[in-house]
């Protein structure tokens, strides 16, 4: 099942503000929608995201928590919704720094929802995360499985679900969040990639060392219970990633609020990582076993039905090779 094209969208075409547009996932989406035949928006303080990265509409500078710019940039642009990236994710800064965190994306959520009610916008697609659901105790994870985040990043999306929820019933909001999983690979025709700085993602880690940029790769425990050690997770395709947010656009009924999974349903440890990277380059490179990082589940697996049966949506690009060969022509470019 591939991205949605011009002709398959007969329901309306939209002028969609992307908070975040500039970033990893929200370029791709920029990307996904302007190929879906809408008008994409970026809304971005360039913190942490990127002026190359927004090629398929105009980039408003400005920064979420400021409700006055988001309100100015609805109404310049007769914005009809939203898709809501904007925010810190990194877990273990989140640690460090919970009151950036914490005002940042739940600040700048409620920034938002102010400025969407006050000139009548009603649809909002949210960017959440698989850390809501903390340490899972079973697997493969349902919408339905306990949500008890472990730090404060996955809290704090946690908490914007929250206020989506209310906001539905309160304001008539129609709103998805959008939990997934890994975000890997680049853009299948090299326009755009990631870049994070500092880069924390594994796949990209593994790349930079066998580009050379690295001098090693640490592999953050070995002795978990999975069969060969180390952790699991499951990767999707970046292109995917935006694939859903458009669909799940058209999706948002007035007046509620979802949560869907976005993942594979299939999981791959560090060492399988590894080795499809070297696979994948041709390359070689030191692999040092470093102990565990605290908080880390053993292994972390969607359970994707329900986004299949809501949006229509099935990874279609997340084959692991795939993957990480996006992700090394990115790099290599």
């Not at 190359?52 to 940039?73: I, Q, S």
């Not at 005002?103 to 700048?108: K, W």
């Not at 690295?214 to 592999?219: A, G, K, L, S, T």
């Amino acid at each position: 099942m591939g991205p949605l094209q011009p002709d398959q969208i007969v329901e309306e075409r939209m002028k969609v503000l992307v908070t975040g547009g500039a970033g990893y996932i929200g370029s791709h989406t920029c990307k996904a929608l302007a190929g879906a035949g809408h008008e994409p928006v970026a809304f971005d303080n360039l913190s942490r995201g990127h002026r190359w990265a927004v090629k398929w509409g105009p980039l408003v500078h400005g920064d979420v928590r400021d409700t006055n710019e988001v309100r100015k940039a609805i109404e310049a642009h007769d914005i009809d919704a939203l898709i809501h990236f904007a925010a810190f994710a990194y877990v273990g800064e989140s640690v460090e720094e919970p009151n950036q965190y914490y005002q940042n994306n739940v600040g700048g959520l409620l920034s938002i929802l102010d400025a969407m009610v006050s000139c009548d916008v009603r649809r909002i697609v949210f960017s959440s995360t698989c850390a809501v659901y903390g340490i899972p105790e079973s697997l493969p994870i349902v919408e339905t499985t306990p949500c008890s985040p472990i730090n404060p990043y996955g809290r704090s999306k946690l908490m914007c679900e929250h206020i989506l929820a209310d906001h539905a019933s309160a304001y008539d909001l129609g709103s998805i969040a959008l939990r997934y999983f890994n975000a890997a690979g680049g853009d299948g025709e090299g326009d755009i990639g990631e870049a994070h700085d500092p880069e924390t993602h594994l796949i990209p880690l593994i790349l930079q060392a066998a580009a050379g940029m690295r001098d090693e790769i640490r592999v953050m425990g070995d002795d978990y219970d999975t069969p060969d050690g180390t952790c699991i997770r499951d990767y999707i395709h970046v292109t995917d990633l935006a694939d859903a947010h458009v669909r799940a656009l058209l999706k948002c009924e007035p007046g509620v609020s979802d949560a869907i999974n976005l993942g594979t349903g299939a999981g791959f440890s560090v060492k399988e990582i590894i080795e499809a990277v070297r696979s994948v380059t041709q390359r070689d490179f030191p692999v040092v076993i470093a102990p565990r990082r605290p908080g880390d589940p053993p292994s972390l697996i969607a359970n994707p039905a329900k986004a299949d049966a809501k949006l229509g949506w099935r990874a279609s690009h997340s084959d692991l090779n795939n993957i990480i060969q996006t992700a090394w022509t990115w790099l290599e470019k």
